[in-house]
Structures are given as C-alpha cells and as structure tokens.
C-alpha cells in the first residue's frame, strides 16, 4: 500500500473521529457511540469514505494493545486481593455462567432456526465470551458522573467489570485453538496453554526484575521523552513477543502493563499512556463500526431486533439472580444487571477474532454486530432511568431508602443551627475537624459506605445518603440548619441541592466548591451564596505569598485578596489555556485515615501506644476514643479492648499499624 493510500485512510479516520465525538458530546451521550456511528457512515458499506483495509486493521489493533495495556496498570494483585471475593466470586460466575448459557442456546437456535443458526459449538463458545461482556467505558463513565462509583451497587459493577476484562486474556488464547478444527483439540489447548505459559513466566519471573531495574535507568536521566519511548518500547515489545509466540498482541500488552503496575511508576505511565490509549481506542471502535452492513441489517432487521432484546433480558436476569445469589439485597441486584445487560468493547475484540478465524459466518455476524451496538446506543438511557426501574420492581428498596432516611433523622433530630456538609472527602473532612474545634455542630452526608463506616466510628457525625436528593436533605434537618456546604466538584449535583435548597429552605446559606471559574456564573445563579473556585483560590494563595516575599505590605496584600473574591474572582478570570488544562486533574490523596477497634485479643490490649511503637510503621495515631471520649494525646494511656483507634499514613503504612496492633 503506497504512502499516499495510508496517509488517506489515516485522515479519513481521525476526521470522521473529530466530528463523531463533537456531536455525540453535544448531545451528552459517550464518545465511543460516536464512533460507532461515524464508523457507520464511512466504512464501505456506508458512504465509502473509507476502505476496511490493512492500514485499518493495523490502526485498530494498536488500540487494542494499549487498552489491555491500560487494564493490565489496574490489575495489581493487592487491589485484586481486596476485591476477591466479589471479583473472583461473582464476577467469575458471571463469565462462566453466560458461556454455557449461550453454548445452550446457540444448540436451540439451531433447531428452531436452522437457516441462521448453523453453528458449532466452538462459535457458540465465542459467542458466549463476546456476550458475556459488557461496557467499561460507558458503565464507568455513567456511574463516575452519577457518583455511584463507591455505592455498594457501584463496587458490585466495577469488580464484575474486571473480571471481565480479566477474562479476555484466556479467551483470546482459547479461541484461536478451538478454530484450529483439529481432530486433536486437546492437544492444540494444551499447546497453547503450553506456549502462555512459558511466555508468562518469562515476562512476570524474568522481565518484573528487568523492568524495575531498567526505569531506574530511564528515570535518572530526567527527561520526559526518553520515558515515553522507553513506555512505548516496552508495551509494543511485549506485545511483539506474544505474537511471534502464536499467541494474541493484547496477551503481552497485558501482561507489560501488569509489571508496571507493581512498581512505583504506575501513576505516571498511567497518565502518559492514556493520550495513545484514547485516540487508538477511538480508531478500533470506528473499524467496528465500518464492518456494518446496514443493508443487510435492514433486509433481516426481525433477527436484529431479536438478538438486540433477548441477549440484553438474558444477561440482566442472569446478573441479577448471580447477584441476589451471592448476597445482595434485591434493588442492588437489579441495578447491578441494568449496568452490565449491555454488550462490551472486548466483546467487538472476540467477535473480530471470531470472524477472523471463519468461526461465524458472515451474514450472521452482521446481525449480531449490530445487535450489540444497538445495546450500547440505549445503556446510557437505561442507567439514566434505573432508579425508577428499581423502585417498580423491587418491593424493599423503599423499605432500604426510608431506613437510610431514617437513620440520617434520628442523628440529626436533636440538631438546631448546624451546617449539613455534602460529602466527606478529605475537604468534608477538614471542614467537620474546624467546626468541632469552634464548637459548631455539623452533619455530614457521604456515597462512601466504607468511608461513613470508618468516621462513625471515630465518632464522627457522618451518615449515608445523597445530599442530592430531597429525602435526604430533609432528613438532615434543612430547615433547622445553618448552612449548607457542598465539597465536592461536581456541577451537576450542585445544581440540583440548590434546586431542592430552594424548595426546603430558601433563605439557607449554601457555600459550593468547584474546580475552576467555568460554572461560577451558573451556580451563583442557581442560587449560591459563595462559589468557591479551587484553581482560583490556589491561585490568590500564590499570589499573596510572591506578593509579601516581594516586599509589598501584608495589609495592602490582604485588601488585594479580599477585594479580588469580593469582585467574584472577576479580576482573575479568564487566562490563557494550555494542552495540560485539558487532563487538570487533582493527584491521588496519598495519605489517609484509618479506623482500628480493639478486640479482646488484640496485641495492643493492655498496652500503651509507646510499647506499641507504631512510628516504626510509618504511621501515627491521630486520636483515640474510649466511648464518648475522645483523646488526642494517647501514647502513655493503656490501651483495652473496645477502643478505637485512628492512625493516619499511606496505606501501607496504615495497613503495617493495624497488624501491629491487632496481631
């Protein structure tokens, strides 16, 4: 293929690209429908603008290659470990039990529908992994937006998702070995079991070593390039080793990006790789979108509709049932399966592989094609509307929701001129500690069942429930409050307390938090009695400090400072904007909170806290409370079972004080 036909097909690509995401992000809607779409309309069966060719492929497969890169940077083994009851549980039965349903009813379809449906059991297979997947992107994306990301529905979804994602690497090997249509299939399995294997070892046992040692290198000589070629270098070299191996690119990728994630620059690679990741990614899904023949679609548009409907139902009961299974309430459940009933992107990953290899037929692989892509153009709208599902169909989510409300009224019941804190993140958390110590009463509200959990016990008052609901703010005792800060940086859910604030309580001071200036207007209309802009207040803070450090008098500095926030911010707004500000994002909160009860056979019981030596870990105790009793300065106290104590330090500090404490 000559340079110009590449170079054609490369802007015929990233333009469709462009205008695809510009139209789908003006109607709210995930990018990767845009794509879709926009592969529609261009590919070959579409307007012609662009040809299903090498080029294409290669372009698509790259994406490939940096995704499972990126999936294998979010699968360390502590973070596995902590979530392996869910993730190795619930997730693993999901993955299973969807295969053999669809090995189930692929053999049915063949009977009652023999003229689509002529398959063997090694494309059912194929077809029971692509369908058991479901959409990272988009379910993570809504439920991020939704702040349901750390609800107890919300941690169910994300652990089915890695096991999901998780699943696609033994897929990826099994496949190509099930169409090899050998007579000796155990033999061509045990061969490309053999050849993972050995690949693995060599790149978890030999190249973890490697890998450690040869960033130091890299990372000595301080430049930022030379870290993104090494990057690069490593994920397109071990991607290249699994293939000559026979095996799948995406298998070594993984696997680069699993290495990384052990060390101490994942963070990093994280942020470098995500630009690559992104814009490949976008690619893969326009190729997907390209292999849609909608004529054909048309002329069998029943089958479309069926495959679309039945898969979607199937999945949602068969994720809800596994949930209910594994303990979980009903309304979790279902919200549960409404996430995930959709199809995935590696779903697209195994069916390209599937028709690659001639497992499924042509004609039929375009039905069910655009069957999935139809089931990830309406998951937006049924996640948008779960809410209301859940409460028509299940019986106890009124019950759990008026509980919940009740919970908030009784600790609340009691309290007159107190400040309602929407969400305890670290800046809820810094505001509660400043009320206490001016002994003002607040109440706080948090997504967080873990979070609430642990500040309960340390005694503070913080309770589970949506500040963004009306229920809640109720129950908080809006109209008793005295104000009411919201800490989070989300707009949207701003707007709606002060929507509810306006019903309930319109004379109520509202003070929000935002991340820069954009949405200050907007707010301030919504009815705000403060906006305040993160970016800018940095920003006053920096300048004050250059200000008197350059000699200009403290009392001229704090009348600047003031006269800028009394104008709104006016006189800072507005600045020239860099390619960074596109990816402004705060950094991971490194040191934390941890709360540690005291059983009868903790080690610490009948010791103090200087015995204890806890600095040793890394960690030091914030505050210990006995009962109603808080106390600050503990390290001569003896410690008995029943106390709580609250260390604060890394997590792995955190994690080494409450070994020492209670073994």
Not at 369 to 383: D, G, W
Not at 438 to 446: N, P, R, T, V
Not at 515 to 523: G, I, N, Q, W, Y
């Amino acid at each position: 293929m000559s340079f110009m036909n590449a170079l054609d097909t490369t802007l015929s690509l990233l333009a469709a690209a462009v205008l695809g995401v510009v139209v789908f992000r003006l109607w709210q809607l995930p990018p990767i429908l845009g794509y879709l779409v926009v592969g529609v309309l261009i590919g070959p069966f579409g307007l012609g603008f662009a040809d299903d060719g090498a080029v294409t492929h290669e372009l698509a497969e790259f994406g490939v290659v940096f995704l499972m890169f990126s999936i294998g940077l979010e699968f360390s083994l502590p973070k596995l470990m902590t979530m392996r009851k869910a993730v190795f549980g619930l997730g693993m039965a999901q993955v299973f039990v969807t295969i053999a349903v669809s090995l189930v009813a692929a053999r049915l379809a063949s009977i009652w529908l023999p003229q689509y449906f002529q398959i063997g059991w090694e494309a059912a297979f194929a077809l029971g992994g692509a369908l058991a997947m479901s959409s990272t992107a988009i379910v993570s994306k809504m439920l991020t937006e939704r702040l349901e990301l750390e609800s107890l529905h919300g941690r169910q979804i994300i652990s089915i998702l890695l096991f999901q994602d998780l699943a696609v690497v033994p897929l990826l090997i099994l496949i190509p070995a099930l169409a090899s249509h050998s007579s000796d299939l155990l033999q061509n399995l045990a061969w490309a079991s053999a050849k993972a294997i050995l690949v693995l070892i060599l790149l978890l046992v030999v190249g973890q070593k490697v890998i450690r040692a040869w960033f130091r290198v890299v990372v000595k000589q301080r430049s930022q390039e030379l870290f993104m070629l090494n990057l690069l270098l490593i994920t397109l070299g071990a991607a290249w080793l699994t293939d000559k191996a026979g095996l799948s690119m995406a298998l070594g990728a993984f696997v680069a990006g699993m290495l990384i994630s052990e060390t101490e620059y994942r963070l990093q690679v994280e942020e470098d790789i995500k630009p690559f990741r992104d814009v490949l990614l976008g690619l893969f899904f326009i190729t997907v979108g390209m292999l849609l023949n909608w004529r054909l679609v048309v002329e069998h548009l029943w089958l479309v509709l069926l495959l679309f409907i039945l898969p979607m139902v199937v999945k949602l009961l068969l994720i809800a049932g596994l949930a209910k299974l594994f303990g979980n309430s009903t309304s979790i459940s279902l919200r549960t399966g409404l996430a995930l009933a959709q199809a995935g992107e590696f779903g697209f990953v195994l069916l390209n592989q599937a028709g690659d290899l001639h497992l499924i037929p042509a004609q039929l692989l375009q039905v069910i094609l655009a069957a999935m892509v139809l089931s990830m153009l309406v998951s937006p709208f049924i996640l948008a509307k779960s809410d209301a599902i859940v409460m028509k169909f299940s019986a106890n989510e009124w019950m759990m929701q008026s509980l919940a409300l009740t919970q908030i009224a009784a600790r609340t019941m009691n309290a007159k001129k107190h400040v309602i804190i929407a969400g305890f993140g670290r800046s809820g958390q810094s505001l509660a500690r400043l009320l206490e110590e001016e002994g003002i009463s607040y109440h706080a509200l948090d997504l967080d069942p873990d979070r609430v959990q642990e500040a309960q016990m340390a005694g503070a008052n913080v309770s589970y429930g949506d500040a963004a609901r009306r229920e809640s703010l109720t129950a908080a005792g809006i109209n008793r409050a005295a104000a009411l800060v919201v800490t989070y940086t989300s707009t949207a859910s701003a707007l709606k307390i002060l929507h509810f604030v306006n019903e309930l309580n319109p004379s109520l001071p509202v003070i929000v938090r935002s991340h820069d200036d954009t949405d200050l207007d907007k707010l301030r209309a919504a009815g705000a009695t403060e906006v305040v802009p993160e970016l800018m207040e940095g920003s006053l803070m920096l300048a004050s400090h250059a200000l008197v450090i350059l000699g200009v008098p403290l009392r001229r500095v704090v009348h600047r400072v003031q006269a800028a926030r009394d104008e709104r911010y006016e006189s800072l707004r507005g600045f020239f904007r860099g390619a960074s500000d596109a990816s402004d994002s705060p950094e991971a909160m490194q040191i934390r909170l941890h709360t540690i009860v005291l059983n009868e056979r903790a080690t610490a019981a009948g010791k103090s806290l200087q015995e204890m030596h806890l600095t040793e870990t890394g960690a030091d105790v914030h505050v210990v409370r006995r009962g109603r009793q808080r106390i600050e300065h503990a390290e001569a106290m003896i410690l008995q079972a029943g106390d709580v104590i609250v260390v604060r330090g890394t997590s792995e500090a955190v994690a080494r004080a409450e070994q020492r404490l209670l073994k």
